[in-house]
């Protein structure tokens, strides 16, 4: 496969990945805003997902509007939905001729609605949830239909492990966001709202309740987010299926590149699977994160070096 | 008072060949098609010119336009009625193309070796040397199979007295066959059944046609050749064709950065390296093909590709150098090289055509210039054009001015009526201009002319330009069995 195309997809299955993700926690940070939290601060996910400053920031921090505005339609933001929705469409049509017509047509599609300035109005003067809510079934049909119709061939590969690498860039991101509102106070913080709303962001509330049966532990929630194997938002998870993806281009590698990439996603799995939970001392956890994160991007630059030709 | 008809705004146009009508009524091709749609309510037929609209919209058929910043998604305008010809038609033009074609191509090869025509003086020998498209550099290269013209979009025309004339042989990157597929795969969405009960010639072997050729001039090298399609990228007006053909034929889709040359061998950077290219069927202009040897600002191309090409490691489709066979001021001769190469006479008549270079040609123009059309020789999409009938006094003086400063680059044609055919057009059907613009196909096996190609249309009333650059549009083409 040409390297170009290979990034482009890659890149195609991150934006899109990134797209849904935001989708949701901006859906639950609004939901948590309204219902129970009282002087609910959106600053942690605008200073991710913002592209602001912080005294930018302050301003905006009074109306949910504003951060619609700034998160899901501003053109300035590159972060925002709309530009991850645009970059997504300018990308497939970049390898049209590697997607089918039908994930063409989907997110072609997705490309118009996110473009209908109905949108903005709905947002104003009705119902965030049910635009947002309308934007996130867009994610969910792009998925299936990409699951229903692409062929197993190199280009769903990369398309795979952009999807689930970016998805361990975003819970990790997710969890400093909501932990950051708590100030990283772990023990102390047992009965704060922001680990139900963690786990909402990350669609795993209900099997939380499941596996833990109303047992509400911080250590749990963390134990579950990072480490779970069945929980398809789990930094854990992620990996193995970036893993899993990555070991199908073994006969398409060169073999040096494939020992390099191997390599490092393999330290990361398992500087996360032999993590034990109930050790970190006050304040080393959002190191942990950090330095995760970091590690997350190595496995990018890894690929962009050695199957993308960009050095 | 009459019942509402579709037909009712039709009004006849003097010295205009009409595609639907004659003196005696309906011509008999369109009779099914008018009598399936003449009793629909006006708000079907607007419903279904929606409908194809919402098409092209969903499916990306679109092209962006940028300016300020944000691209705005445009769709080249369709016209939901089909312009029909008859079998018989057809027939006469296949056969004209192909001799034509059949010519062009012994044209280029003598022009670019032997040069035994500007010997026998059948074509003066300054105007090939003054032609910017023709290429020194392409003198002694031995093509495959020595095919230049592998893919030409031959535009047609049809003039008040209903016979075909060749108006423009394009030989370079011709442009606008997947809006023939498209236009056809919207034609049966909003009119169902009526494309059999036409007996409509189907157009959807044009991809598999293309790629077979493609393949068979790489085996001259290798036994399974690897055939890219070289596109300008994402920018690009075309690119929807680009992705669409490559997809169709299930070859890579390349930009210029994807390919690099090593030994006079052609690359393309792949996740395992470097793999070989046998074939290149590129949509990119002579001028930005090669760095090295035409345009050095070029990003378009690649360096050291003219290098391999000439040393036979790589097949160019089309070739190198095709704009000395197209250009206006050499078109007035292809009559002659039919009968020169040949020894037959033209199948499908020239539009007469006047050298701006010929002092006595010049003065006949410059004194009847209000029913000319002046074109620039080497300029295409409707740029660089006066029509004398529509022009002011101003206009005219410019040109004649500029004529004068470089008689070479321009040439006079009479004004042609251009045929009109029904457009949906406010609720009713309308006349407007058309041409025609079937592909043909020429490989190791011979010449293939899909039955179709794609009519162009003047949409605004009374206009004779049909370029899509000009607020053109286009129409589905149907050659009947």
Redo the contacts between chains.
Sequence with gaps: ??????ETIFWLGRYMERTNGMLQVIRTSYISSQDEVSDYSWQPLLLTYGNLKKEAVKGLDESSLLIFDQLIFN?ENPSSIFNNVTTSR?NA?????HIT?EV??CL??YY?AIRDVQLEKQIKFADPISVIDNLIKYCFLYTGTMDMTMPRG?GFTYLNIGKFLERAVLTTDVIRIKLSEINYELEEQEEAPEWKYLLYSLYGYEQYFKIYRGNFKPEFVLQMVLQNTFYPHSILYSLEQVDLYFKR?RT???PASYQEVEFIIGKTMNAVKYRKIDSFEPGEFNKYLLELRSSLFQIAQSFSKN???IS | MSAYSILEAYLEQPNVWDEMFSAEGIRPPYKNFVSAIENLPPVEMTHKDDLAKKLF????ITFTVYNS??GI?KIFPFDIIPRIIRNEEWKLIEAGIKQRLKVLNVFLKDIYHEQFILKDAIVPADLIFSCPAFLREMMNVNVPFDIYTHIAGVDLIRDSDGSFYVLEDNLRTPSGVSYMLENRSITYRIFPDLLPKNNVLSVKDYPDLLFKNLINIGRQNTHDPTVVLLSP??YNSA?FEH??L??LMG?????G??LVVDNHKVY??????LQKVDVIYRRVDDEFIDPLVFRPDSMLGVPGLYWAYRKGNVAIVNAMGNGVADDKAIYSYVPDMIRYYLNEEPILKNVPTYQLANQEEREFVFANMERMVIKKTNESGGYGMLIGSAATQKEMDTFKEDILKDPRSFIGQPIISLSSTPCYINGFLQPRRVDLRPFALYGPDGIDIVPGGLTRVALKEGSLVVNSSQGGGSKDTWVLA
């Design positions: 496969m040409l390297s170009r195309v290979a053109r300018e049509r970049a390898i049209q001729d017509k063409w047509q072609n599609d118009h190199e281009l398409a590698s060169l199957y993308f030709g | 919209m969903s499916q990306g910043g944000e998604e990228g994402i690119y992705s669409t490559a997809r070859i890579e889709l390349v930009e950065r994807d393309m950077k792949t996740t395992k390296g």
